[in-house]
């Protein structure tokens, strides 16, 4: 189990602003042009974010971009898995697959790493900390971590726009999946 923390620990170089925003619920992405930190206060307990995160075949299930998801490879502490994702951003429609090595360490750390897919490289990591218990109760904080490229030539702004939409809306929708699976669990 990861040891717990104090958010304005994990969030001392950050602005009263950044903070607020976070406690109040709001995604946070931090970061541009293909290197991003997305931050999100989960209102549940570690085993439940981690159970989420590596529900890599149910992803579709309860995230609405994922078309399909399935695991290619699987051994201990790690999964190969193949996504498909679809996202229209106005009149746009884009596709995507990707085929990611996901290394899982102690149910607090998966780092990724794109292995073949419609972008020129992507590597990142999904980092869970539990809050020490008198600050809030079964909160933990997610952050992701992500460096993605991809050739766009004169469409590179719009990438950069629908990367960053995805990268929120991905994490909104898992936090909503965590608190639906913690609400289910203490019935």
């Given at each position: 189990m990861p040891a717990t923390a104090t958010?304005?620990?994990?969030?001392?170089?950050?602005s009263a602003t950044h903070r607020q925003r976070l406690q109040q619920g709001d995604v946070l992405l931090l970061g541009q042009e293909g290197s991003y930190e997305v931050w999100s206060l989960v209102p549940t307990p570690v085993e439940v974010v981690w159970t989420v995160l590596t529900d890599y075949e149910a992803f579709p299930e309860f995230l609405p971009s994922v078309v399909s998801c399935r695991v290619l490879e699987r051994e201990p502490g790690r999964t190969v898995v193949e996504?498909?994702?679809r996202r229209k951003i106005g009149f746009m429609p884009i596709k995507v697959r990707i085929v990611t090595e996901n290394l899982?360490?102690?149910?607090?750390?998966?780092?990724?790493?794109?292995?073949k897919g419609n972008l020129d490289?992507?590597?990142?990591?999904?980092?869970?900390?539990p809050l020490q218990a008198e600050e809030a109760p079964h909160r933990s904080l997610l952050v992701q971590t992500i460096q993605a490229r991809a050739s766009m030539g004169p469409?590179?702004?719009?990438?950069?726009e629908v990367f960053e939409?995805?990268?929120?809306?991905?994490?909104?929708?898992?936090?909503?999946?965590?608190?639906?699976?913690?609400?289910?669990?203490?019935?």
């Amino acid at each position: 189990m990861p040891a717990t923390a104090t958010l304005d620990a994990l969030t001392v170089d950050w602005s009263a602003t950044h903070r607020q925003r976070l406690q109040q619920g709001d995604v946070l992405l931090l970061g541009q042009e293909g290197s991003y930190e997305v931050w999100s206060l989960v209102p549940t307990p570690v085993e439940v974010v981690w159970t989420v995160l590596t529900d890599y075949e149910a992803f579709p299930e309860f995230l609405p971009s994922v078309v399909s998801c399935r695991v290619l490879e699987r051994e201990p502490g790690r999964t190969v898995v193949e996504r498909r994702d679809r996202r229209k951003i106005g009149f746009m429609p884009i596709k995507v697959r990707i085929v990611t090595e996901n290394l899982e360490t102690s149910g607090d750390r998966i780092d990724y790493r794109l292995v073949k897919g419609n972008l020129d490289a992507m590597t990142g990591s999904w980092r869970v900390t539990p809050l020490q218990a008198e600050e809030a109760p079964h909160r933990s904080l997610l952050v992701q971590t992500i460096q993605a490229r991809a050739s766009m030539g004169p469409l590179q702004s719009y990438f950069f726009e629908v990367f960053e939409k995805g990268l929120t809306d991905t994490m909104a929708d898992l936090r909503r999946e965590m608190t639906r699976r913690h609400g289910t669990q203490g019935s």
